[in-house]
């Protein structure tokens, strides 16, 4: 996949060349410091593949796009979270804030190859694990959330609970609840287990905002979390629970 990198930063584009180069997969065709050397860049290359910052000298990387009639694929980096929303609105691949991890890249690379299942993988003797677009989303990540009009770029730290809610998956965060069409098994398996723990068929808990544990009926648990509400823990699952976290 030929790949431009667009940044004013010379040292940020020299540690994306490098993060790249564990990916053999992944060609870096050019270099671009500002949107108007990356439209003649784009125009000579069309590169499947723009790594685009948003603040440079002259004009912004949204204004970039606005300014092309054909783009390849979007991965936006950036030092600025709160442009995420109008990064998605744009129908950017991903969102990788500065300084960006091996981790989450190699996972953006996935998606920008459509590849769900199948793992760009580095170069051998490269540093970075193995990542795929199913690699465990843990508790630092950012997730785009949309329910209808409103939209939310979340820390998975913040979200305290997942719950089925008819035939949807309602997430609990601060005074929030929004809808995804996502079901718990999806999300199980897509978060990471060390912090997120399926409590029974409807629900899925963040073990950081556990509160307390009581015992429950026949010999399973109830928990609550900090801001609400309890939540029952099967039985099958309390048993799993005492031994998971047991010393």
């Given at each position: 996949?030929?790949?431009?990198?667009?940044?004013?930063?010379?040292?940020?584009?020299?540690?994306?060349?490098?993060?790249?180069?564990?990916?053999?997969?992944?060609?870096?065709?050019?270099?671009?410091?500002?949107?108007?050397?990356?439209?003649?860049?784009?125009?000579?290359?069309?590169?499947?593949?723009?790594?685009?910052?948003?603040?440079?000298?002259?004009?912004t990387?949204?204004?970039?796009?606005?300014?092309?009639?054909?783009?390849?694929?979007?991965?936006?980096?950036?030092?600025y979270?709160?442009?995420?929303?109008?990064?998605?609105?744009?129908?950017?691949?991903?969102?990788?804030l500065?300084?960006?991890?091996?981790?989450?890249?190699?996972?953006?690379?996935?998606?920008?190859?459509?590849?769900?299942?199948?793992?760009?993988?580095?170069?051998?003797?490269?540093?970075?694990?193995?990542?795929?677009?199913?690699?465990?989303?843990?508790?630092?990540?950012?997730?785009?959330?949309?329910?209808?009009?409103?939209?939310?770029?979340?820390?998975?730290?913040?979200?305290?609970?997942?719950?089925?809610?008819?035939?949807?998956?309602?997430i609990?965060?601060?005074?929030?609840?929004?809808?995804?069409?996502?079901?718990?098994?999806?999300?199980?398996?897509?978060?990471?287990?060390?912090?997120?723990?399926?409590?029974?068929?409807?629900?899925?808990?963040?073990?950081?905002?556990v509160?307390?544990?009581?015992?429950?009926?026949?010999?399973?648990?109830?928990?609550?979390?900090?801001?609400?509400?309890?939540?029952?823990?099967?039985?099958?699952?309390?048993?799993?629970?005492?031994?998971?976290?047991?010393?």
């Amino acid at each position: 996949m030929t790949t431009l990198i667009v940044d004013d930063s010379r040292l940020a584009r020299t540690e994306l060349r490098h993060l790249l180069g564990a990916f053999p997969d992944i060609t870096v065709v050019g270099e671009a410091r500002h949107a108007a050397e990356a439209r003649e860049l784009l125009a000579a290359l069309q590169p499947d593949l723009l790594l685009l910052d948003i603040h440079m000298p002259g004009e912004t990387g949204f204004e970039l796009l606005a300014s092309l009639e054909a783009a390849p694929q979007v991965i936006f980096t950036t030092a600025y979270d709160e442009y995420a929303l109008r990064a998605f609105e744009v129908n950017a691949l991903d969102y990788l804030l500065k300084p960006v991890q091996t981790e989450r890249l190699a996972t953006a690379l996935a998606k920008a190859q459509g590849q769900v299942t199948t793992p760009l993988n580095p170069a051998p003797g490269a540093a970075p694990a193995e990542a795929t677009a199913t690699t465990p989303l843990t508790e630092n990540d950012q997730v785009f959330v949309r329910d209808g009009e409103q939209c939310w770029f979340v820390r998975l730290s913040e979200v305290r609970l997942f719950e089925i809610s008819a035939g949807y998956t309602q997430i609990y965060f601060d005074t929030h609840r929004p809808l995804i069409p996502r079901t718990l098994q999806h999300l199980e398996q897509r978060l990471d287990a060390r912090t997120f723990f399926r409590a029974n068929r409807q629900q899925i808990i963040n073990l950081k905002w556990v509160e307390s544990i009581e015992p429950w009926f026949s010999n399973t648990l109830k928990i609550r979390l900090r801001g609400g509400p309890e939540v029952e823990v099967s039985r099958q699952q309390s048993a799993r629970f005492r031994e998971l976290l047991s010393l």
